[in-house]
C-alpha cells in the first residue's frame, strides 16, 4: 500500500517534475494547482499522508490552508520562493513539519518527505520489492514468506533503496545516507553490500548498477 502524497504548486512545470519523482519513488500523488481546488481535493479524494503545499497559490494561499490540513491530520511541507525569515518561522509556527526554499534537490526533497512520514507516523509499515517485504516496525525482512537474516547496515541500505525505487543514487550519496558522514571507508563498502543483498534476497535484476554513478532499485 502506498502513501498518499497531495501536491499543490500552481507552476505546471514545478508540479509535473515533483509528482513524476514521487511518482517514480513510489508514492501515489495528486496534483492541484490553486488553494480552492485542494479543499476540495482533502474533503473529496483524501486521506492523504502528505502535503506539499506552496504559499503562493490562486485562491486560498497556502497559510490559509493550513487549518484544513491540520484539521483533516495531514502534515505539510511548504515548498515556496518565499525565502524571508519572516515567511519560514510563519509557516513552521502554523504547524508545517518543514519548510523548503525553491529551487530545491529533488534527492533532498524525497528524503525529507521520507522523514516527516517516519517523524508523524504516516510512513506504511510494509514495503514491497517483488516477493521480498520489508516490514519496518519490526525491522524484519521476508523473501516469500520467510525470514531472511540480514546485517544492520545491509537493512539500512535495503530500506533506503525500496523507499526511493527508481532513483539513482551515487556511492558517496549511499554512504551519507547510511554510513553516516564522518564515515571513513571507502565506496567499496557500498559494493560489498550490494553484492550481499543481491545474493541474499535474489535482487541481481532489481538493484542495477549505474556506470560510473552508483545504483538504482527498480520496480
Known sequence: MKNKILVIEDDTAISDLICMNLTVAGYEVLAVFD???AEDAVLE??????ALL???????????????????DIP????????????????????????????????ELLVRVEKVLERTGKQKDVLEIGDVQIQLSKHQVTKKGKTVGLKPLEYDLLVLLAKNKNVAFSRDQLLNQVWGSDFLGETRTIDVHIGQ???KLGLSGVIKTIPKIGYRLED
Open 197 to 199: 543483498l543481491r545474493k
Open 76 to 107: 505539510v511541507i511548504y515548498l515556496t520562493a518565499k525565502a524571508d525569515v519572516g515567511s519560514k518561522i510563519k509557516g513552521l509556527r502554523a504547524g508545517a513539519e518543514d519548510y523548503i526554499v525553491k529551487p530545491f534537490e529533488i534527492l
Open 35 to 37: 488553494g480552492d481546488k
Open 54 to 72: 506552496d504559499v503562493m497559490l490562486p485562491g486560498k494561499d497556502g497559510f490559509e490552508l493550513m487549518e484544513t490540513m491540520k484539521a483533516h
Open 45 to 50: 479524494k483524501g486521506p492523504f499522508d502528505m
